[in-house]
Antibody, heavy 121, light 107 residues
């Protein structure tokens, strides 16, 4: 079965970096992209960007450009999201989701379980 | 960026009621609109993609319609498991923005 399994919760100080992993299984990793979506406590969903699982092409949300890097390791079918210069408002649950082609549009049909990143001094 | 506005932000309804949630885009997104359901402490779940296509396994009481800038999600007869927050998302252009969410609560 298709699964996205994320790394565990992190606590970071302001100014630090965090790297979250998303291990994919049950499908051909290079045939799909991976997106990252975050959700601050009690808030809605925020799209962070996506990475093409085949060629590594990335597309980031403008507000995170410069602080965000998405990568993949096709040998281990794992996607990574690194966010730098962390601030308190980066505290959120971070989700990876499979970027799928749904009737010629994009949709997220499988999601990771989420990783809580807490930024606090 | 395309802004997505949902209304209402919350609603109260009873089991068996029919409800409609609206999502408006700041510019035309043709039919590139998805809906997700999220229960407290859980992962978002894809309900509907491309405006009206039901994701596999989603009950037929859920339906979607619209085009251009105005879209709706309808639940024909609310069931206890449907009480959750619903998000629309445009997939027309990046950044793929979400609506602010509609929380459906039990009356």
């Amino acid at each position: 079965q298709i699964q996205l399994v994320q790394s565990g919760a992190e606590v970071k100080k302001p100014g630090a970096s965090v790297k979250v992993s998303c291990k994919a299984s049950g499908y051909t990793f290079t045939s799909y992209g991976i997106s990252w979506v975050r959700q601050a406590p009690g808030q809605g969903l925020e799209w962070m960007g996506w990475i093409n699982g085949y060629n590594g092409h990335t597309d980031y949300a403008p507000k995170l450009q410069g602080r965000l890097t998405m990568t993949t390791d096709t040998s281990t079918t794992t996607a990574y999201m690194e966010l730098r210069s962390l601030r308190s408002d980066d505290t959120a649950v971070y989700y990876c989701a499979r970027w799928s082609d749904c009737s010629s549009t994009t949709c997220y049909d499988y999601w990771g379980q989420g990783t809580l990143v807490t930024v606090s001094s | 960026d395309i802004q997505m506005t949902q209304s209402p932000s919350s609603l109260s309804a009873s089991v068996g009621d029919g409800i409609t949630i609206t999502c408006r885009a700041s510019q035309s997104i043709t039919r590139y609109l998805n809906w997700y359901q999220q229960k407290p402490g859980k992962v978002p779940k894809l309900l509907i993609y491309a405006t009206s296509s039901l994701q596999s396994g989603v009950p037929s009481r859920f339906s979607g319609s619209g085009s251009g800038t105005d879209f709706t999600l309808t639940i024909s007869s609310l069931q206890p498991e449907d009480f959750a927050t619903y998000y629309c998302q445009q997939s027309y252009s990046t950044p793929l923005t979400f609506g602010g969410g509609t929380k459906v609560e039990i009356k």
